[in-house]
């Protein structure tokens, strides 16, 4: 059969084919006199080079593995929840700041927020805000006015509509119900793991005291 249309191969030294290889790119490479290739074809080879050496350095896959020392965005997002919590109060967090912490879209965290969750950031963590609020409805003296301002809400009734949306019984309703209508409020699925996440390494679950807006959160 005819073979005069096949390509030309070159036969290559006794040494293995990579090192064959990268010998010959270097060669391509180089600028000195005697017959060297200059030109596009040195420039193309010295790219090749340096492609082997970064390969040869790094892996030829970027590992999926996340680098050591390194924290996934919900966790690095979390962590700037607490700075903010522990020296502001328990103050509302936009999703843009959020992201930006995490160092991730807006999306991309909400993705990532609602499969760990169940919850988008800023919804869960106004839960987490209403949640300390029945605490202190139901163990504390404190006048609802006072406990809107220690979880975050500047505005005392906006903070009883988001409450009464949230967990069905106004903040009034909720603080002279009974023992069992009290324990039957509503929690959603993944908020008490995101609330331990928070409180990680307290002992006993953060309390808010009464004070200025975002009330400051005391072990």
């Known amino acids: 059969f005819d073979t005069s249309g096949?390509?030309?191969?070159?036969?290559?030294?006794a040494e293995a084919g990579l090192?064959?290889?990268?010998r010959r790119l270097v060669w391509l490479g180089a600028t000195a006199d005697g017959?060297?290739?200059?030109?596009?074809?040195?420039?193309?080879?010295?790219?090749?080079?340096?492609a082997l050496l970064a390969t040869f350095l790094s892996g030829a896959v970027?590992?999926?593995?996340?680098?050591?020392?390194?924290?996934?965005?919900?966790?690095r997002a979390l962590t700037h929840v607490q700075r903010r919590w522990e020296r502001d109060g328990l103050v509302p967090l936009s999703r843009d700041e959020l992201a930006g912490a995490a160092g991730v879209s807006v999306a991309h965290l909400s993705r990532l927020f609602r499969q760990e969750y169940g919850l988008g950031p800023s919804r869960a963590l106004e839960w987490v805000r209403l949640r300390r609020a029945v605490v202190l409805l139901t163990r504390g003296s404190m006048s609802v006015?006072?406990?809107?301002?220690?979880?975050?809400?500047?505005?005392?009734?906006?903070?009883?509509?988001?409450?009464?949306?949230s967990l069905g019984?106004?903040?009034t309703g909720l603080r002279e119900a009974t023992p069992e209508v009290q324990a039957a409020v509503p929690c959603p699925a993944g908020l008490v793991r995101l609330e331990q996440v928070l409180s990680a390494g307290a002992g006993e679950p953060p309390v808010v005291s009464a004070g200025a807006p975002g009330g400051r959160v005391t072990r």
């Not at 979880?151 to 903070?159: I, L, N, T």
Request: proline letters at 14%.
């Open 19 to 22: 090192e064959a290889q990268f």
């Open 145 to 165: 006015r006072e406990i809107a301002h220690a979880v975050g809400y500047v505005d005392q009734y906006h903070f009883s509509r988001r409450f009464r949306e």
């Open 6 to 13: 096949w390509p030309w191969v070159r036969h290559w030294p």
């Open 169 to 171: 019984l106004s903040p």
């Open 62 to 75: 970027p590992s999926e593995d996340p680098a050591p020392g390194t924290e996934p965005p919900v966790a």
């Open 35 to 50: 017959g060297a290739p200059t030109g596009a074809r040195a420039v193309a080879a010295r790219l090749a080079v340096a």
